[in-house]
């Protein structure tokens, strides 16, 4: 919170903010993540309950993807949306190295599989969407 006090940090967030009016996501990106980033890896570890790669692979991104959402609302409450940005652009990145390292438990398992790749491919166009429509326009304010 030391560099949330600072006022490159408030210049930044604030900016993220003017371009979060300026440029909004389209409604159904949100959407999409809930349903590909939250809901399916949900059913699927609820489906298949007795399968141990859960434990490895399932387990971690959901609890990983819980902390990222708590983190999310508590710094969209102190900071304002654009401090939503950053913390996402972190975890998804760090959530790209994750997943990337989960391939190795599932490798056999061709659903496991998928899934991970989907998610690769998920949380890789989320850091691109977040670089292209947020922090380049960032770069052009300063």
């Not at 401090?83 to 997943?99: A, E, I, K, T, Y």
């Not at 061709?110 to 690769?120: H, M, N, P, R, T």
Request: proline share 3%; aromatic share 12%.
């Amino acid at each position: 919170m030391i560099l949330a006090k600072t006022n490159a940090f408030r210049d930044i967030i604030s900016n993220l903010n003017i371009i979060i009016n300026r440029e909004p996501l389209p409604s159904f990106y949100f959407e999409l993540f809930i349903i590909i980033g939250l809901v399916a890896p949900i059913i699927i570890r609820i489906v298949n309950k007795h399968i141990y790669i859960n434990k490895n692979v399932l387990d971690p991104y959901l609890i990983f993807l819980l902390g990222q959402i708590i983190t999310e609302i508590l710094v969209v409450k102190l900071l304002g949306k654009g401090g939503g940005v950053v913390v996402g652009f972190l975890f998804s990145s760090l959530r790209l190295g994750q997943l990337k390292s989960l391939v190795n438990h599932c490798h056999k398992n061709l659903i496991f599989l998928a899934f991970i790749y989907l998610q690769l491919i998920l949380w890789s166009v989320n850091c691109i969407q977040i670089i292209g429509n947020r922090f380049l326009y960032l770069i052009n304010m300063t």
